[in-house]
């Protein structure tokens, strides 16, 4: 039969890199569906605030493409919110 040695401090060593690491990714992983909630909720304000816009302005045909070509929405938020 062979035996070896336990190394506690090594394995604590070792059990310190793997916490550490699975911390870090779960970490990563919250932060970055933080963001993307963050994100879609900028959009979704900036859509709804082009729409109350467009609606002030009257300009009804506007508002009927940008719903259904995100292209053109995302151009009119930018000329109305981001270019100034």
């Keep these: 039969m062979i035996l070896t040695e336990y190394d506690e401090k090594k394995v604590m060593e070792n059990l310190k890199k793997e916490s550490y690491a ?25 859509s709804n605030n082009l729409i109350l816009k467009l609606i002030s302005l009257n300009r009804i045909d506007d508002l009927k493409r940008l719903a259904s070509d995100s292209a053109y929405r995302d151009k009119m938020i930018k000329e109305f919110f981001l270019d100034k």
Aim: glycine fraction near 20%; avoid cysteine.
């Design 22 to 46: 699975e911390g870090k990714a779960e970490g990563k992983a919250e932060g970055k569906a933080e963001g993307k909630a963050e994100g879609k909720a900028e959009e979704r304000e900036l």
